[in-house]
């Protein structure tokens, strides 16, 4: 048992349902020294949360008042209704406007309300931020595949800044070699390794850090360096057109009813009576019967030819083993240059422990629909403080942009001489200088008001808040 004793942060929030993204959340703002409340109406759920975080638990329906009246609701801050039901979560963002809860976030995963063109819109709603996790998630996986390489490609600083994702193979000019031997030889264009995934381990990296085959890298350069390190890298800028989806629930009947007008989609689905229904709803998607886990299966589907393959289904352990098997199947094959074909991975992933160990050992990218939900509900929370925050998909990192508090410990000293800045979990990769962005190095002296990009493991967000807050 933890001790309920806590301070009390600036935001009071009220979290309805302790589901993968009630938990997370909860586990995440717990962290950063917010003041959480939660109901929840399972008494087992209710049980595991009180031995394993430090909020204060309220069990009961979040519909009803009572419970509402119990977590002191006229003081709470913010609403997050993340229960498993739509009408309630809409329902809990109109009780907390009585209530004068000032900002309300709603799970809806209906798509047929909250747009801008449904009946009810999220303002009609009273709802500040509208999140549908499994929306968010196609979405992603659809900008991933229509980058120019289905790398995955971060923009940041309104784009002037980016990130790529890069699996380092033998061949790699990086492999074997470490960080700061690179930066020598590659000294006529600015970037910087951000983040490595080794195993199950994330690692913000230092110069004497080396990388090693089989590392997925994060490299940080300005937008007109990206193309050269993608060539340096051999990171092919083709659009990939031929896509196997295995798995037709939420998210993979999704993706494939986003991109099955422009590109040829083959989707994989193991129930039959699913598959039927998969053939109705998807009029320009190939629907294939089978177990996608089944080396046959996939190879007589047609894997070889494709070029991205997304395992979605509900199976963390499918989805992870048959992206490792693809990665095996697909890039056999030679291209007409003779080079062999490198066809890329995506795995959904739902425990978060597997997400580093997916993108190293089969996945070129993992993704979790509940932490890419949670974030944006804490980028959305955060908004005063933090300009922007992306998490780094496979990693335990997230990129940040912030300005530096006129005072704040950051400030003090050039970042060499910094004590409080953590080696191995945070990193000042840039800063926005009379006019430009400049990779940050050891004697960089980060001033009042200036714009700093971070990367940090994600537990060290709050510690990067403390550093550019007075």
């Not at 209906?110 to 929306?135: H, M, R, V, W, Y």
């Not at 990171?235 to 629930?249: A, S």
């Amino acid at each position: 048992m933890f001790d309920k004793k806590k301070k009390i942060a600036a935001d009071n929030i009220l979290i309805l349902g302790l589901g993968g993204v009630g938990y997370y959340l909860a586990k995440r703002l717990l962290y950063e020294e917010y003041a959480i409340t939660v109901i929840e109406s399972d008494p087992e759920v209710i049980k595991f949360a009180d031995e394993n975080i430090d909020a204060r638990l309220i069990q009961g329906n979040a519909m009803d008042i009572s419970c509402w009246q119990e977590a002191n609701a006229r003081k709470i801050n913010c609403l997050i209704a993340v229960t498993n039901n739509d009408a309630v979560n809409m329902m809990a963002a109109m009780i907390a406007d009585k209530f004068g809860i000032k900002r309300k976030i709603a799970r809806v995963r209906s798509l047929q309300f909250g747009n801008e063109d449904s009946i009810l819109t999220a303002k009609d709603l009273n709802i500040d931020l509208l999140i549908n996790p499994e929306e968010l998630t196609s979405q992603e996986i659809v900008r991933l595949i229509k980058l120019r390489a289905a790398n995955e490609i971060i923009d940041i600083a309104k784009g002037q800044i980016q990130l790529m994702a890069n699996r380092i193979h033998d061949s790699s000019p990086f492999a074997h070699k470490k960080l700061k031997e690179i930066a020598q030889e590659h000294s006529e264009f600015a970037f910087r390794v951000v983040a490595i995934a080794r195993g199950i381990t994330t690692i913000i990296p230092g110069g004497e850090d080396m990388i090693l085959p089989q590392d997925q890298i994060f490299i940080m350069a300005g937008s007109e360096t990206l193309p050269h390190l993608m060539k340096l890298a051999g990171v092919e800028q083709l659009h990939r057109q031929r896509i196997m989806i295995l798995g037709g629930g939420l998210i993979g009947h999704r993706i494939a009813q986003l991109l099955e007008k422009s590109v040829e989609v083959k989707l994989i689905e193991k129930n039959s009576e699913r598959a039927l229904q998969l053939v109705e709803d998807l009029k320009h998607t190939e629907i294939l019967n089978g177990d996608g886990s089944d080396a046959d299966v996939l190879t007589s589907a047609g894997l070889s030819e494709m070029d991205t393959f997304i395992t979605a289904t509900g199976e963390n352990e499918t989805n992870i083993l048959s992206c490792l098997l693809a990665k095996n199947l697909m890039n056999k094959k030679k291209k007409g240059n003779g080079k062999k074909k490198q066809g890329k991975t995506i795995a959904l992933v739902s425990k978060e422990d597997y997400l580093v160990l997916a993108s190293t050992i089969g996945a070129d990218l993992a993704l979790n629909k509940k932490v890419m939900a949670g974030n944006v509900i804490l980028k959305f929370i955060r908004r005063s403080e933090l300009i922007s925050v992306a998490h780094l998909h496979g990693f335990d990192a997230e990129v940040v942009e912030i300005v530096a508090a006129p005072g704040s410990p950051i400030t003090k000293k050039p970042l060499a001489k910094l004590s409080s800045l953590q080696y191995g979990t945070i990193l000042i990769g840039s800063v926005y200088r009379h006019g430009e962005w400049r990779v940050a190095v050891g004697n960089t002296h980060i001033q009042s008001n200036e714009r700093v990009i971070v990367i940090c493991l994600s537990p060290q967000l709050r510690d990067v808040r403390k550093l550019f807050q007075i």
